[in-house]
C-alpha cells in the first residue's frame, strides 16, 4: 500500500487570524501534524499544500514536502477542501507521473491527535469494505434528545423527532460528532466523487480530548489547557 500524507493549511483564517502558525506548546500549530504524519511508518511521504510562503517555510524546517504552492482560487474561506484533495493528486500525476494508491488527510487544526490514530484508521481501510474513512467523537448532542430546530412559526423543536418519547438521552440511537483527526481514502475516490458520503464510509472512533478542532480562540485555548494537562501527566510517569 503506497501512503501518502497530506497536510491542507490556508494562509488566511477570518476564525482565528495566522491560526496554522500560530505556537501551541513551543511549536506552530501546524507543526504537529507534520510530526504525527512522519511518525507513522507506512506513510511514505508528507506533503502540505498551503497558499502561503510562510507556511511552506515551517512546513519544510519540520520536515514535510511542499512540491506545489495552492492556487488563491482554492484558498478563500468558500473553497470546498475536497477541491483542493483534488488538486494535490492532480498535481502529483501531472507533474510527477505518481499517483498514490492511498491519500491520508491529517488537518493541521487537531494537534492533540496522536500517531496511533492515523495508524487505526490505516488499520480500517486496509480492511478493504470502504472508499473512506474518517474520525468520530462522542457527540454531547442528540438531534434525537437535546438538539432543536427553529420552526416556521417560531417555536423549537427536536431537529428528528422519535417515534417514541426520550426521556434519557442514553435512551436516543447513538450519535457521533464528525472529527478532523484524519481521513484516509482512496485517491481514486476523490477524483470520481464530489463528497465523503458519495461512497462506502467507516469510521474510528477517537477520543473526545484528542479530537478537538481549532477554529477559533476559545478552540485554541483550550488546547492549551489539554495540552497541559496531558504534559503534567506525563511527568508524573
Known amino acids: 500500500m503506497s501512503a501518502t500524507a497530506f497536510i491542507f493549511a490556508r494562509g488566511g483564517s477570518k476564525g482565528l487570524p495566522g491560526k496554522n502558525i500560530r505556537p501551541l506548546g513551543g511549536k506552530p500549530l501546524i507543526a504537529w501534524s507534520v510530526e504525527h504524519a512522519l511518525a507513522v511508518k507506512r506513510i511514505d511521504r508528507v506533503i ?3 497558499d502561503s ?3 511552506a517555510q515551517i512546513a519544510l524546517a519540520y520536515g514535510a514536502q511542499v512540491p506545489f504552492i495552492r492556487p488563491a482560487e482554492l484558498a478563500h474561506d468558500g473553497s470546498p477542501e475536497w477541491q483542493a ?3 494535490a493528486l492532480n498535481y502529483l500525476k501531472e507533474n510527477e507521473g505518481v499517483m498514490p494508491s492511498v491519500m491520508v488527510s491529517v488537518p ?3 494537534p492533540l491527535r496522536l ?5 487505526n484508521c490505516l488499520d480500517e481501510f ?5 472508499d473512506i474513512v474518517i474520525t468520530v467523537s462522542e457527540s454531547h448532542r442528540s438531534p434525537y434528545f437535546n438538539m432543536v430546530k427553529e420552526n416556521e412559526n417560531g417555536t423549537v423543536g427536536l431537529v428528528i423527532p422519535p417515534q417514541l418519547a ?3 438521552r442514553q435512551d436516543a440511537p447513538a450519535v457521533f460528532d464528525m472529527a478532523t483527526v484524519a481521513y484516509v481514502m482512496s485517491a481514486s475516490f476523490v ?3 464530489n463528497s465523503v458520503f458519495e461512497g462506502l464510509v467507516r469510521a474510528v472512533k477517537v477520543p473526545t480530548e484528542r479530537a478537538i478542532d481549532i477554529d477559533t480562540l476559545l478552540d485554541f485555548q483550550m488546547a492549551e489547557y489539554l495540552l497541559k494537562i496531558r504534559e503534567d501527566r506525563a511527568k508524573n510517569f
Do not use: C, M, N
Not at 115 to 119: G, L, R, S, T
Not at 126 to 130: L, P, Q, R, T, Y
Open 115 to 119: 500517531p496511533i490514530d492515523i495508524e
Open 191 to 193: 477524483l470520481s466523487h
Open 53 to 55: 510562503e510562510e507556511i
Open 108 to 110: 493541521a487544526t487537531a
Open 166 to 168: 426520550i426521556a434519557r
Open 48 to 50: 502540505v499544500s498551503t
Open 126 to 130: 486496509e480492511k478493504g469494505d470502504s
Open 85 to 87: 484533495w483534488r488538486h
